[in-house]
């Protein structure tokens, strides 16, 4: 019997790796089998260490919306990297990204550049406690905002999908200052809001939340955290790792048309270097070190590698804002698609998109929160997620993951998808 490749290296990556992979979300530890391992990718392709050619739709978590390897950012590497690979001192390009970014974003007047979204997440919510005084925070149930100590409360994504219920290793102490409640439902907040009257720092949410599948904010909720928080004295704290320069140029806030007071980043920011941010106005950013005494710090924050990836992104992104139509269209397309193979195969299903993030769940009402995502059929989910791997279709390996398309994507792709879905659910149902 024939060993594939990826089989092999999987085989020795358990004996040197947690599991065989840097991230467990990148095991197929849920939907079953084994992961396969990558050699390289161009455009909307991945290509498999066993010659095999797959169109994408994790591209990395999200950073890569033009695509894999795209030309100005591998050059902008190639050429910086000849300049030193890290300072750990100042650079003229740190400034320019910190000001190309406020151009996209125009309520923040300060940014600081990290390494991650989980640091830039955990680097907002102290902040945010260090400017209100207060302790406590909101999260929602089925929201990841990186794996923090704090965050790692009913969260999604791997948390989710590998049914974690609680971290040995976290502290009671730090979990008990976090509360949660379902997304969406608004009187839940209030009601924390009521109970702990006057400790509760900040609000974090996902806008669109993408780690419970894609989730969309009902309309008026996020006016409404907007209100509660203004009204509480606490921060409303946006997660756009995921949304951040994806849903709009300027992310879930221009898109949902609600301001937040702290910002986060990471992905398309970095264009799949490792690179995360966080931003507010003055007055709540003068709290970091060194003008305040909110500590935060990283020896390769701002690396210039990192910041000439994310900084030709972005350039790129700025001034071709036919990008976004383009996304749009893309997606609407693969949506329209979707729903008919999915009407046709007669079995229930919910598709939830917003401009290029879009899930499937197999269920028979309304995905809006965690619970009615974990109640979807997503034992189907794993059958169709192999059906189209086989069919050269790399789906996230999880139902509670979103899909992100990519602007590299051809009519050709979409329709290739589109026809794989067809023939996937004729195989599994
Ligand atoms: N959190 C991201 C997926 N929802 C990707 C990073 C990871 O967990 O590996």
Not at 166 to 175: D, E, Q, R, Y
Not at 246 to 264: C, F, H, M, N, S
Request: aromatic share 8%; charged share 20%; proline share 5%.
């Amino acid at each position: 019997m024939n060993i594939s490749k990826s089989e092999q290296l999987f085989s020795r990556a358990q004996s040197s790796i947690p599991g065989g992979v840097n991230s467990p979300v990148r095991a197929f530890k849920s939907v079953g089998g084994n992961p396969i391992f990558l050699k390289s990718a161009k455009g909307a392709y991945l290509y498999d260490v066993d010659g095999n050619r797959y169109i994408d739709y994790i591209n990395s978590w999200g950073p890569m919306i033009l695509g894999h390897a795209f030309e100005p950012v591998v050059e902008a590497i190639q050429k910086k990297a000849a300049d030193s690979t890290s300072f750990g001192a100042p650079t003229e390009l740190e400034v320019e990204m910190a000001e190309l970014v406020k151009s996209f974003v125009p309520n923040v007047d300060l940014i600081r550049m990290v390494s991650s979204g989980t640091e830039a997440c955990m680097s907002a919510l102290r902040l945010a406690r260090g400017f209100t005084g207060r302790n406590k925070f909101i999260k929602f149930e089925g929201c990841y905002h990186g794996h923090a100590d704090s965050f790692l409360v009913k969260a999604g994504s791997g948390m989710a999908t590998f049914n974690i219920q609680t971290v040995p290793g976290v502290t009671g102490g730090v979990s008990n200052d976090t509360l949660t409640c379902g997304y969406n439902d608004l009187e839940a907040v209030q009601q924390l809001f009521a109970e702990n009257k006057g400790e509760i720092a900040a609000i974090i949410i996902e806008p669109v939340a993408g780690n419970m599948g894609c989730i969309l904010p009902q309309p008026g909720y996020l006016e409404g955290l907007r209100r509660i928080c203004t009204e509480e004295g606490a921060l409303l704290i946006f997660d756009e790792v995921m949304t951040g320069f994806r849903l709009a140029p300027g992310g879930a806030q221009e898109r949902l048309k609600v301001d937040a007071d702290i910002v986060t980043y990471g992905k398309v920011i970095g264009a799949g270097m490792p690179v995360g941010a966080f931003g507010a106005r003055k007055e709540i950013m003068q709290h970091i070190a060194p003008l305040g005494s909110v500590y935060q710090a990283g020896t390769l924050s701002g690396n210039p590698l990192a910041m000439i990836a994310g900084y030709t992104l972005m350039k790129h992104l700025k001034e071709n804002p036919r990008i976004y139509t383009d996304l749009e269209e893309k997606s609407a397309y693969l949506e329209a698609g979707l729903q008919r193979v999915l009407e046709a195969a007669g079995t229930p299903f919910v598709i939830n998109h917003l401009g290029s993030m879009i899930s499937i769940h197999f269920s028979d009402h309304p995905v809006k929160d965690f619970a009615t995502a974990a109640s979807a059929n997503n034992a189907l989910f794993n059958k169709f997620f192999h059906a189209m791997l086989n069919r050269g279709v790399y789906l996230p390996p999880s139902a509670y993951e979103t899909w992100f398309l990519s602007a590299a994507l051809s009519q050709e792709d979409l329709d290739t998808t589109i026809t794989a879905a067809e023939e996937s659910l004729r195989e599994i149902l």
